[in-house]
């Protein structure tokens, strides 16, 4: 059987645009960038991670938006939390909400939401050292003509 509308357009036209970041280590106790919307306003609708090497340690966590000129380097707060020894495979959800960064332990979250945000970072700040690796995922709707998210 033949399929007219291909799966990732299905995606694209349902939820918005997805952004992937390669898997990279959480930063060390500082401010790291995972993504910049540049050209206008977007709608951001979803931020899924998946841990692809253990995440060890103990941690503050927090997911954040710096947006730019506004003249503050502090991040908005998107979601945060304490991440603590996850396995391999295990989703890391933000639901845009300034609530809790939900960590699950091998198993599925949904979470869908709706952010406005403008030209900045989307960012992930730690308290402390944690081994590991995340990929990260951005979905987004953009608002203004020429508004795009590219991973960093």
């Known amino acids: 059987m033949s399929t007219l509308i291909k799966a990732a357009d299905v995606r694209t036209i349902s939820l918005g645009i997805n952004v992937s970041r390669a898997a990279a280590a959480l930063p060390s106790t500082a401010i790291g960038s995972l ?8 709608l951001l609708v979803a931020l899924h991670g998946q841990v692809v090497t253990l995440l060890s340690g103990t941690n503050s966590t927090t997911v954040g938006l710096t947006p730019l000129n506004t003249g503050t380097s502090a991040p908005a707060i998107l979601s ?3 991440v603590i020894p996850v396995a391999a495979g295990s989703p890391v959800v933000s639901k845009f909400d300034a609530g809790a960064l939900i960590v699950t332990v091998n198993g599925s979250l949904v979470a869908a939401a709706g952010y406005l945000a403008i030209p900045g970072d989307v960012t992930i700040t730690t308290a402390s050292t944690v081994t590991g690796t995340v990929k990260w995922d951005l979905v987004y709707v953009p608002l203004d003509i020429g508004a795009t998210v590219v991973a960093v």
């Open 35 to 42: 993504f910049t919307i540049s050209g206008g306003r977007v």
């Open 80 to 82: 945060s939390a304490g």
